[in-house]
C-alpha cells in the first residue's frame, strides 16, 4: 500500500532512503536546506558517488514518483511519515556527537505538525537518549519512532532494498504498524524485524560499529604482533575465519578504518557511556581507536624506510583518496592522512582514485593528483596501495616496473597479488606480514 513518505536531509543517508522508498512504491518528497543540492536532486543528480543510486533517483524523478523541496511547510502537508535522516558529526573540539542537525529537523517539523497524526521517523545514528527528549518535542497527535540505518557505502541500495534487519524503536502500537505498512514490501520478502524501544533502537546502530571497529583494530592489533614476531596476519585471520564464531569478514589488517560513521560514532559512544557513569564499559574503545590511528603511521614509518630513510626529494605514488572501495567519500581517509603525512615531511606525493579525486583536492588542494595510477606511479620510488579498488588489484605489475624509479610497493590493504608482484620484479611490503 502507497504511503506518502517525506525524507528530511539529503545527503549519503537520505538521498538513498528517498529513492528507495520510491523504488518501494510510495510517493516520495525529499527535504533539504541547501538549494543547489535539491537542484541537483530535482534534475536526477546525486552530488556524490554511489553504486546505483544515481539510475534509481533518476528513475523516480522521471515517473514523478520523488520530488525535492527546501520548505517545511511542504514536507508536513504531504506527509504521513517523515523520515529524519540528517547527520551527526563530530563535535568540534570534543568526541560527543554535535545533534544540531537532529534537533533542528524537530524544531522546523514540529510546529507544523499538530492535528496531521504523523509519524516522525529517526534514523540518524545518535546518543541513546536523544530520542526521548525528540519525542517530548512533538505535538500530542505526533508519534515518534527510531529506526536505525545499517547503510555500507558501496552497497547503500541494497541494504535499503534487502537490509539483513529492520529495527523499530516505538512506543506503541499503532507506531510499530505504520512502520510495518511503510516496509511492508521490504518485510514481504523475509526480512526480520526486531521491535525495541527507544533507548534499545539507538544503541542497536552505535553498538554494531563498535563491535566491527572493534574486529577490525584486533587484526591490526595482530598485525603489530606479527610484524615483531616474524609472522603472516593474513595466514593468521585465514586460520581465525575457519572458527565459526569469529568468522572472517572485518579481518583483514591493514591501514585501518576510516568514512563519516565508525571514527566519529566509537568516539561518541565513548563519549555518551561517560555521561551515563559507564565510562569505564566502553573505555576499550579508546584503544580500538588508538590501534587504529597507529596503523596510519606504521605505513608512513614504513614508507620513509623504503625511500632510504626520509622523503625529501622522494617522489611518492598513492594509489587511493577515498575511505574504501566503490565510494567517492574521503571522510577521515586513511589514503589522504597517510599522503599529507608524507607531504609534511617532505614528499613528493602524487594520489590517483578512480571516484573520490574532486573531493580530494577539495579537501588537500596542496597534494599533486594524477590522472591514472600510471601516471601515479610515474618515477615513483615508493607505491602506496592504501584503498582497495579492483582497478588496482588488476594492475600489471610487469607493465608497471618500466614506469616507477624504483619498483617498491607497500600494500596497505594486503589486497594484492604479494607472488604476482614479487615475481615482477617488485619489493612487496604488507603491514604484519614477512
Known amino acids: 500500500m502507497s504511503a506518502r513518505v517525506t525524507v528530511i536531509g539529503t545527503g549519503y543517508l537520505g538521498a538513498t532512503h528517498a529513492a528507495c522508498m520510491a523504488e518501494i512504491g510510495h510517493e516520495v518528497l525529499g527535504l533539504d536546506v541547501d538549494p543547489d543540492k535539491v537542484a541537483a536532486l530535482r534534475s536526477g543528480r546525486v552530488p556524490f558517488y554511489e553504486p546505483g543510486l544515481e539510475e534509481l533517483l533518476a528513475k523516480h524523478v522521471a515517473t514523478g514518483r520523488l520530488r525535492f523541496t527546501t520548505s517545511y511547510e511542504e514536507v508536513a502537508e504531504f506527509g504521513e511519515v517523515h523520515f529524519s535522516c540528517v547527520g551527526t558529526p ?164 591493514g591501514v585501518g578504518f576510516g568514512g563519516g560513521c565508525l571514527p566519529k560514532d566509537i568516539r561518541a559512544f565513548t563519549a555518551r557511556a561517560g555521561e551515563l557513569g559507564v565510562g569505564r564499559a566502553l573505555a576499550f574503545l579508546r584503544e580500538v581507536d588508538d590501534i587504529n590511528m597507529r596503523r596510519r603511521s606504521r605505513v608512513v614509518d614504513l614508507a620513509r624506510e ?14 587511493g583518496a577515498a575511505f574504501k572501495p566503490d565510494s567517492d567519500d574521503i571522510r577521515d581517509s586513511p589514503a589522504l592522512n597517510v599522503a599529507a603525512q608524507i607531504q609534511l615531511q617532505g614528499g613528493n606525493v602524487s594520489v590517483y582514485d578512480p571516484k573520490a579525486m574532486d573531493n580530494a583536492r577539495k579537501a588537500f588542494p596542496t597534494l599533486a593528483y594524477a590522472t591514472s595510477a600510471e601516471d601515479a606511479l610515474s618515477g615513483a620510488d615508493v607505491v602506496l596501495h592504501l584503498t582497495e579498488w579492483q582497478e588496482f588489484r588488476d594492475l600489471d605489475p610487469a607493465v608497471l616496473r618500466d614506469k616507477v624509479a624504483r619498483p617498491y610497493v607497500i600494500d596497505g590493504r594486503n589486497a594484492l597479488d604479494a607472488g604476482r608482484w614479487r615475481a615482477a620484479g617488485w619489493t612487496y611490503r604488507a603491514l604484519g606480514r614477512p
Open 90 to 253: 563530530q563535535s568540534p573540539g570534543g568526541n560527543a556527537a554535535d545533534l544540531r542537525y537532529v534537533d533542528a529537523v524537530i524544531e522546523h517539523l514540529a510546529p507544523l505538525l499538530a492535528g496531521r497524526n504523523a509519524l516522525v521517523v529517526g534514523k540518524s545514528t545518535v546518543p541513546v537518549g536523544t530520542a526521548e527528549r525528540l519525542a517530548a518535542m512533538l505535538p500530542e497527535d505526533a508519534e515518534l519512532a527510531w529506526n536505525p540505518e545499517f547503510l555500507r557505502e558501496g552497497f547503500a541500495v541494497e541494504d535499503t532494498l534487502r537490509p539483513d534487519r529492520l529495527v523499530f524503536g516505538v512506543r506503541s502500537t499503532t507506531a510499530e504498524a505504520r512502520l510495518r505498512a511503510v516496509y511492508a514490501p521490504v518485510i514481504s520478502n523475509g526480512t526480520p524485524v526486531v521491535v525495541t524501544d527507544f533507548p534499545t533502537a539507538e544503541l542497536v546502530k552505535t553498538s554494531a560499529n563498535a563491535f566491527l571497529a572493534t574486529k577490525i583494530s584486533f587484526i591490526n592489533a595482530m598485525a603489530e604482533v606479527c610484524e615483531a614476531a616474524g609472522a603472516d596476519v593474513t595466514l593468521l585471520a585465514e586460520a581465525l575465519s575457519h572458527d565459526t564464531r569469529i568468522g572472517g569478514r572485518f579481518l583483514r589488517a
Open 306 to 319: 623504503a625511500a632510504g630513510g626520509g622523503f625529501l626529494g622522494r617522489r611518492i605514488a598513492v594509489l
